[in-house]
């Protein structure tokens, strides 16, 4: 089954939402904030989807910027980087899409349509 994480009251999830409606794709909606991904999941997601760390990070975000994480993830260890996703959904680039064999992070409909295979 599809899962996507995704928090109400984001736009481009309302937009990705809307996309996969469209295109009749049935999908689990996780609310990112309230029932985050775990560590153990975040790690799984990584590395099945082949991405830089980074790419999870929802660098836009109000959370990101007041931690300054710009200026601190670079000095960080990875298994920090995952402790501290893990620990707020708000970190977490969304909306987050994950298939039986990918993991695509924000909404980029050609990547969508790619894992997918629409």
């Known amino acids: 089954m599809t899962k996507v994480y995704c928090y109400d009251r984001c736009s481009t999830c309302k937009k990705a939402l809307a996309w996969l409606d469209l295109h009749g794709i049935e999908y689990e909606k996780i609310d990112i904030k309230g029932d985050h ?7 799984a997601l990584h590395e099945k989807s082949g991405l830089p760390l980074k790419k999870f990070f929802n660098t836009s ?7 300054e994480l710009s200026a601190k993830l670079s000095s960080m260890s990875e298994d920090e980087q995952f402790k501290l996703l893990s620990s707020d959904g708000m970190l977490v680039k969304r909306p987050l899409l ?3 064999t990918a993991v695509c992070t924000g909404f980029k409909e050609g990547e969508w349509k790619a894992a997918l295979k629409v």
């Open 98 to 100: 994950v298939t039986d």
């Open 61 to 67: 975000g109000m959370l990101y910027r007041e931690m």
């Open 37 to 43: 991904p775990s560590e153990k999941t975040l790690r």
